[in-house]
């Protein structure tokens, strides 16, 4: 609209201006947004919209930013996993050796390690990982706690002992914000269920409306959706009296899989 008042302004009166004003009015007119229909929850404060906002969001995926895709070679890669990490293993792996070294008679058994030699060994790890018989248990190979780049693994974590003097504590809405802490700012996408999540997805929760919580008037396989702030809630009605709920901040439309 700032636009269109600043060319109503304009002191020149050629016809070029007046078409290209009522050309800029009517594609105005015809881009113009529908209207926006709101939905009250039952708290009386949440309201979702119907219209999508464009918040600033993560658009790419987490990479490593310094990594040169033009020089991909096998070294590369692992340089990439083991920096100067690799020479605290060395010297920590003498030092152990040193303090052994009395055990043995002969000097080869406990002969001190190098950088090339350390590097040869965990690559020898990883294909081992990733080459190893389909009947071969993980614990067969090395011990470890079972992660490798294909198996969910855990990366942080709280020991729950039991009740704490402070309740505040143990309410999800603090553990998720601990748990999530080390991922701020990373850009990768976080899935929890309804426990931990910011606006519970239950049927007796006051932040959402009415519309998202019941299947009256709707058809078996249709979805509504709403909009509150940078959070979209998706409602899908897969059988006649039962209805899911599932709300994101880094989708701001709804899309289907027709497979």
Request: with cysteine.
């Amino acid at each position: 609209m700032t636009n269109i008042e600043e060319d109503f302004n304009t002191s020149s009166g050629s016809e070029c201006d007046s078409e290209y004003l009522i050309e800029s009015l009517t594609e105005s007119e015809s881009d113009a947004p529908e209207p926006d229909i709101s939905m009250t929850g039952k708290d009386g404060v949440s309201i979702w919209n119907t219209n999508k906002i464009y918040p600033n969001r993560f658009s790419t995926a987490p990479t490593n930013k310094i990594f040169d895709r033009s020089n991909i070679s096998i070294e590369n890669s692992f340089r990439l996993l083991f920096t100067d990490i690799m020479e605290i293993i060395v010297n920590c792996t003498n030092i152990k050796i040193e303090d052994t070294s009395s055990k043995y008679s002969r000097p080869r058994d406990a002969k001190l390690t190098n950088s090339i030699e350390m590097n040869a060994y965990i690559g020898i790890l990883f294909i081992s990982g990733i080459l190893r018989g389909s009947r071969t248990h993980f614990f067969d190979l090395w011990e470890s706690d079972g992660c490798d780049f294909s198996t969910f693994y855990c990366y942080n974590l709280e020991l729950y002992l039991g009740k704490d003097d402070d309740k505040s504590k143990n309410e999800p809405i603090n553990v998720t914000l601990r748990m999530l802490k080390p991922y701020w700012g990373s850009g990768f996408n976080v899935t929890m269920d309804n426990w931990f999540t910011s606006i519970p997805l239950e049927k007796n929760k006051r932040e959402l409306a009415p519309q998202f919580v019941s299947t009256k008037n709707r058809s078996v396989f249709s979805t509504i959706s709403g909009h509150l702030g940078i959070i979209t809630l998706a409602s899908y009605c897969p059988k006649p009296i039962r209805f899911v709920n599932l709300i994101s901040t880094k989708h701001d439309s709804i899309n289907f899989n027709e497979e």
